[in-house]
Nanobody, 126 residues
Framework: QLRLVESGGESVQSGGSLRLSCAASGDYYPWYAMGWFRQVVGKEREGVAAISPGDATTAYADSVKGRFTISRDNAKKILTLEMNSLKPEDTAMYYC???????????????????WGQGTQVTVSS
């Protein structure tokens, strides 16, 4: 069983930066796709950034392109999301996810992932 634990979420001012980390343990597979998703109460969970295994192809939601960067360290089993120029609309619970890769077109789809963390809250105030 794969366990994912997120950390790094906190309250920041608009324009600030945060680094989210996701530590994996248990049945970690380097060939799994990994991603960050976020959800606001009352709304659907949305893909923010994801990274494929192997060539480390990345995908980003349009709303975060140029501001967020995803990376993975398979040796340390850590997934990281660097978030810069944060905006109030980035406020959400952020979740780490892992699952068998289905190709780049599906990297930001929740259906790709069958392992989820508990989430870490990010709050951006104006």
């Amino acid at each position: 069983q794969l366990r994912l634990v997120e950390s790094g979420g906190e309250s920041v001012q608009s324009g600030g930066s945060l680094r989210l980390s996701c530590a994996a343990s248990g049945d970690y597979y380097p060939w799994y796709a990994m991603g960050w998703f976020r959800q606001v109460v009352g709304k659907e969970r949305e893909g923010v950034a994801a990274i494929s295994p192997g060539d480390a192809t990345t995908a980003y939601a349009d709303s975060v392109k140029g501001r967020f960067t995803i990376s993975r360290d398979n040796a340390k089993k850590i997934l990281t999301l660097e978030m810069n120029s944060l905006k109030p609309e980035d406020t959400a619970m952020y979740y780490c996810a892992a699952g068998p890769t289905r190709g780049r077109a599906y990297l930001l789809s929740t259906s790709t992932y069958d392992n989820w963390g508990q989430g870490t809250q990010v709050t951006v105030s104006s």
